[in-house]
Every structure is written in structure tokens, then in C-alpha cells.
């Protein structure tokens, strides 16, 4: 009999165990998969190749992959039960990239779903931001939106990722959308004015007016300097096979809500989003008893979003998020040399799945070298 309990009992906990890495994979196939930039000064004019003397701090920011295949699909899907036909086809890859007939093979197929989604204009990765900004706010008022990275959001990561030995997606195989508007007289006529400028043009506006910003190297070109990428012009209404797209997360702040030529604040009005309020979150850094550096958010003295802690050395050694005191996504532990020692995807802090250490294959030129959908 105690036998035959015993048994049940293991059963039991199994069955636990495979519901609870369901959930856990249901629930990641949802989320961005961010990387926290913590806070850093450069001079992004350097970084650009230009030789203005002149540098500035950003504070710590969440940017996140490259919008995978599998997401995008989950936005398509909602769009195709939500909206009308004609704009749902509007969001689908772009047919100059993408052969018409082969559209739904590549969005259907298996092996690319964890790559980057590829062929998508600008106009629909921002379309693409606002979908994502209306499903995670859950509380129905919107605290954070999503948006495509200015040029120096992309570099102040993109630094910071190189210089941190982290693996990641930047100015390898795909190029990225940027936020930015392309125009001579603002950025090389200005020089002492920032090249971060955006302009969201309306449909009726000529075609010179919607040209935009791509940057980092690619499986089909790369150039010597990151400058260089503002001498080419890319449309906002064409999608390309290089170049993908990530967004930023950004938190309502008084100070951004209050300027109303905000990046934000003309989301907000383009998005119609008229229910929103501004973050209870707080930041705060300090340096431990061991000399080590970590910056946090709190809400009602609990913790609740990023959490980076530093070696003395300046090496990450934690990063991670909390929401109500429990931790949550993707938390990853390295070593004073930058090495990963541990990666776990929380749905709290009792429920989690281990990501790392364990055997991955990892496809990472798939799409590049395969040519059936274009």
C-alpha cells in the first residue's frame, strides 16, 4: 500500500514537473527577451566614427533581441482575429523580399521561429511595438510603451555588449531598424545638434520625408564605420532581407509625460492610447559591503523591476527583474571573468526552468544561407 502511494506520489510530482515547464515555455514564447544596459558615459559621436568631443550618460535601459519569427507570428495571429483583412496583409513580410507564394512557408516554418523575423518595414515593426506595449501593460493603463531604438540607445547597447564579452545579436548577422529619421540638414548641417531625430511622417507626406535610419553590419554588406550607415536610404513602407527589428522599453516619467515633443508623448497621441499614468517604479544603485555594485527598482519599498549587480572590476555579475518582490524571466549569473556561469527563466521565485548550463544547438545563419523564400 505505501508502496503503491510512494508511486502515486511520483507520478504526481512528474506530472508537476512537465505542466510546469509547459507553462514555463508557453510564457517565454511571449516575452522580449531583453538585455539590461546598465548605466555607462560614452561618446557615441566617437563610437559613430565622428570627431566631435562631446559625451553624455544613459541610464540603465532595457533593450531586447532581434523580434524573433515565432513573436511576430503571435502578433500576425492577433491582428488576423482583430482587424480586417486588408491591414493584416499590410503586416505580413514584404513581397519584394519574400516571394508572394512563399509567405506563408516562411512563417509557417519550424526551423526559423527562434531567428529574426526579416522583410518587415518600419511602419510594421511599429505597429508591431504598439501591439506588444497593449498586451503586457496588464493592468489596462499604460505604464511602459514600446518603441524601435534611437541611434544612440543602439549604441550605448551595442558598446556595452561588446566591451562585456556578452553574446549577443548586434552587428552580426542583421542590420537594425532604428527610430530615426533620415535628414541631411538636421544631422550633417547641425553639428552640434543630436543626431537622434525623428519624424513620424503622415501617409500624405512625400516619400523623401519617410526615409529612415538602419544600422549594423549584415550577412549582405558590412561598411567600416557606423556613420556610414547614415549616408544610405532605406523607406518606411519597404521591408528589407537584412535588417530586422528589437524595441526599447521605456517607462512613463513625469518628465517625459510632460513634454509633449516627447518621443513618447507622440506615440501615445499616434497610438490613441488614452489610458495611461506614470511609473511608481523608482531606481537606486549603491555599492555593497564587498564592494560590489548593483542598481535596483522598487515599488512600495519592494522590489519590482531590473536588478544588476557589478564585480569591482566592472564585470556584470547578476542582471535579472522582479515584479512584486518575486523574481521573474530571465535571470543570469556570471563570473568575474564575464563568463556565464547560470541562466534561468522565472515564472517566481519558486518556479523556474533552468536555460543554461545544458546542450543547446544554436542556429544562427539558417536564414542566411537559406535562399527558398527569396
Request: glycine fraction near 2%; charged fraction near 20%.
Amino acid at each position: 500500500m505505501l508502496k503503491s502511494i510512494n508511486c502515486i506520489k511520483k507520478k504526481i510530482t512528474i506530472l508537476l514537473i512537465v505542466i510546469m515547464l509547459l507553462i514555463s515555455s508557453m510564457v517565454r514564447s511571449q516575452q522580449l527577451d531583453n538585455y539590461l544596459i546598465p548605466i555607462q558615459t560614452l561618446n557615441t559621436y566617437q563610437i559613430l566614427g565622428l570627431t566631435k568631443d562631446t559625451s553624455h550618460t544613459k541610464n540603465t535601459f532595457e533593450i531586447s533581441k532581434l523580434i524573433t519569427l515565432k513573436l511576430y507570428n503571435q502578433y500576425l495571429s492577433y491582428i488576423k482575429a482583430s482587424e480586417d483583412k486588408h491591414f493584416y496583409k499590410q503586416q505580413l513580410p514584404d513581397t519584394s523580399v519574400v516571394i508572394v507564394h512563399n509567405v506563408n512557408k516562411y512563417l509557417k516554418d519550424k526551423d526559423l521561429q527562434d531567428q529574426p523575423i526579416v522583410a518587415i518595414s518600419w511602419e510594421n515593426a511599429l505597429n508591431f511595438c504598439k501591439w506588444k506595449t497593449l498586451q503586457d501593460n496588464k493592468s489596462g493603463e499604460i505604464e511602459f510603451i514600446y518603441r524601435l531604438p534611437y541611434c544612440s540607445e543602439w549604441l550605448f547597447a551595442q558598446h556595452f555588449l561588446e566591451k562585456s564579452g556578452i553574446e549577443n545579436d548586434f552587428n552580426k548577422f542583421y542590420s537594425d531598424w532604428l527610430i530615426n529619421t533620415k535628414d541631411e540638414s538636421y544631422f550633417f548641417y547641425s553639428p552640434n545638434s543630436t543626431f537622434d531625430y525623428s519624424y513620424f511622417a503622415s501617409e500624405d507626406d512625400p516619400s523623401v520625408l519617410k526615409r529612415k535610419v538602419i544600422i549594423g553590419n549584415s550577412f549582405l554588406f558590412k561598411l567600416p564605420k557606423f556613420i556610414d550607415f547614415f549616408a544610405l536610404s532605406y523607406y518606411s513602407y519597404i521591408g528589407y532581407s537584412h535588417t530586422g527589428f528589437r524595441c526599447i522599453k521605456v517607462y512613463l516619467t513625469d518628465s517625459i509625460l510632460a513634454d509633449k515633443n516627447s518621443t513618447e508623448n507622440r506615440l501615445i497621441k499616434m497610438w490613441n492610447l488614452t489610458t495611461y499614468k506614470t511609473t511608481t517604479r523608482k531606481s537606486f544603485n549603491t555599492y555593497l559591503a564587498d564592494n560590489t555594485f548593483i542598481e535596483y527598482q522598487l515599488r512600495n519599498n519592494l522590489f519590482d523591476g531590473y536588478y544588476i549587480s557589478k564585480y569591482p572590476n566592472g564585470k556584470i555579475k547578476t542582471t535579472g527583474y522582479f515584479t512584486n518582490n518575486m523574481k521573474v524571466g530571465i535571470w543570469s549569473i556570471c563570473d568575474s571573468l564575464g563568463n556565464l556561469k547560470n541562466q534561468r527563466f522565472y515564472i517566481n521565485s519558486y518556479i523556474y526552468q533552468t536555460i543554461f548550463p545544458k546542450f543547446t544547438e544554436v542556429k544562427t545563419t539558417k536564414y542566411i544561407s537559406n535562399n527558398k523564400y527569396v
